[in-house]
């Protein structure tokens, strides 16, 4: 084996204990509820400073109850070499050039079908005008003799000029403001409730454009902008110096939460931490928290150590509605327990006193050539109870 291959060997090596090292650290991350959508990692470095790329650790927002999205239209026109197929609610006329008295105005109706002269109900809805027009031929032939025809579309789209005059307004233009409501839905033309809570901003668009589709509004397409934000919550209960719920807007981790509440006092277990999470989840989730060992990880050590700040990267992202609850040591347990039994129970009904002395004597005797020290007896016992 050459020189080179015992290199190659080595690294591979390295890099594989590298990775076995890498599994063996807990991650006190709660698992995303919502299948995380990929989001870009990295932003660009400035060329100005030409610092590196730094990795961009905060999640990505999902909307809340609350918040405030404005949905703008905009209408494909997307050409294409296929025919148009005709769509519920289009109109269309049949034209006869020798038997004008059959001509009529039909519109296509919810069930996908024109009702015509003499023939009766015929499917309109998916095939296009040409389609149409030689069934209609077969079936006006009992009828006429070599009967001609002409079926030309008059409106087309219809469910696009009508969602066009429900969403203009002249401020905003082809848009719609919609917050979302306390169920997490928001109300839109033609499709009706959407369930966004929880969604990123991307996902509520991408969603949207699927709903509209599913409605035959292919040729519609939107985006999701987020006007504002509602606060969020997280409630911190426990052995902190000021429990209660914190109201905030901006991303929150869990040592920023405590710390916004006077972080934990005296009493506390700092490394069983718990964390609930049960917003937009079926069942909640939960983690311990060890404060402890993530402070421990950053202090400075001998010869100069550099603090390893890399494990803040276990310092999690709160969600709204998040619980955390610090809880006493088992020490603090065990002290409550004898001041309920004891200080306010059995002192509380007997209510008692009690003194116990023990006392030493010693003589100490000035002789001419030596000093001896006597001890004179035992201990006195002294045993005072009473009232």
């Known amino acids: 084996m050459s020189c080179r291959d015992w290199q190659r060997l080595l690294v591979t090596g390295a890099a594989a204990l590298a990775g076995l090292a890498g599994c063996s650290r807990t991650d006190h991350r709660i698992p995303d509820p919502v299948p995380v959508e990929p989001v870009e990692l990295y932003q660009p470095a400035s ?32 050409v294409t070499d296929k025919p148009y197929q005709l769509k519920i609610e289009d109109v269309i006329k049949v034209q006869f050039p020798y038997q004008e008295r059959f001509n009529q105005k039909l519109m296509v109706q919810g069930d996908g079908y024109v009702h015509c002269l003499l023939t009766g109900r015929m499917r309109a809805e998916g095939i296009s005008a040409s389609e149409l027009e030689e069934h209609l031929k077969r079936a006006y032939a009992r009828y006429i003799k070599d009967p001609e025809l002409t079926v030309v579309v008059e409106a087309a789209n219809v469910k696009i000029v009508e969602l066009k005059k429900a969403i203009t307004t002249a401020p905003r233009g082809q848009s719609r403001l919609v917050p979302v409501k306390p169920d997490g839905t ?88 718990l964390l609930v999470r049960r917003h937009h989840l079926a069942l909640p989730e939960a983690i311990i928290f060890d404060m402890d060992s993530l402070l421990a990880a950053t202090k400075a050590g001998p010869l100069g150590r550099v603090p390893n700040g890399s494990e803040f990267r276990h310092d999690l992202y709160l969600a709204d509605e998040d619980y955390i609850y610090v809880p006493p040591t088992g020490l603090a347990v065990a002290t409550d327990w004898i001041d309920q039994v004891f200080t306010r129970g059995v002192r509380a009904v007997f209510p008692y006193s009690g003194v116990v002395g023990m006392n030493f004597g010693y003589q100490i005797y000035d002789a001419p050539s030596a000093i001896k020290t006597q001890t004179g007896g035992g201990p006195r016992i002294n045993t005072q109870i009473g009232p």
């Open 186 to 273: 928001i109300d839109l033309p033609y499709i009706g409730e959407a369930l966004v809570a929880g969604k990123t901003v991307n996902q509520t668009k991408l969603m949207l454009d699927a709903m509209y589709a599913q409605n035959e509004l292919q040729e519609i397409e939107v985006t999701a902008q987020l006007l504002e934000l509602a606060p969020k919550k997280v409630y911190v209960m426990g052995e902190v110096l000021m429990p209660g719920a914190i109201e905030t807007r901006s991303p929150l981790t869990l040592m920023q939460a405590l710390a916004q509440v006077g972080g934990p006092n005296p009493r506390a277990d700092r490394a069983k931490i």
């Open 47 to 78: 060329e100005a400073t030409g610092l590196p790329e730094q990795l961009v650790d905060r999640p990505p927002y999902r909307l809340n109850v609350g918040d405030v999205l404005e949905i703008i239209y905009q209408v494909k026109n997307v």
